[in-house]
């Protein structure tokens, strides 16, 4: 399954960002919260973006895979999402408006195509049938 490239991907993403904030929480000293620390409340949230989104993502790539979509299209889709979280990452930590917009963007853009693609290969004769 193609699809399992980008759902190992995308959780080896959420776990360098989880590590991220578990060495600033450690750095500043801050248990609970952010502390008031710029650095870490960036952390967070790029980990929070990431919990939010690489999920449903690799979720969305996996069940058109399943469906019968093409190898290139899961492909296409993984890229895509995993290039909008770099993207968006880079922008956060840079303080770079425009990275973090065009990665939202291509992660908007690789969710609809997942949600695309999974309605032209859903089984509709399987979902439309009374039985």
Do not use: C
């Amino acid at each position: 399954m193609v699809s399992a490239l980008y759902v190992v991907l995308g959780a080896l993403f959420i776990m360098k960002f989880s590590f991220d904030v578990v060495r600033m929480r450690r750095q500043y000293r801050v248990a609970y919260g952010d502390g008031g620390f710029w650095e870490l409340q960036n952390a967070i949230r790029v980990h929070g973006n990431a919990v939010e989104y690489l999920p449903l993502g690799g979720l969305l790539l996996t069940v058109m895979e399943m469906n019968g979509a093409d190898v290139w299209m899961v492909h296409f889709g993984g890229i895509l999402l995993l290039l909008g979280r770099v993207m968006h990452y880079v922008g956060m930590h840079r303080r770079d408006i425009r990275w973090r917009r065009n990665g939202m963007i291509a992660t908007y853009l690789a969710l609809l195509f997942g949600i695309a693609m999974n309605l032209v290969f859903m089984p509709w004769d399987l979902m439309l049938s009374i039985k």
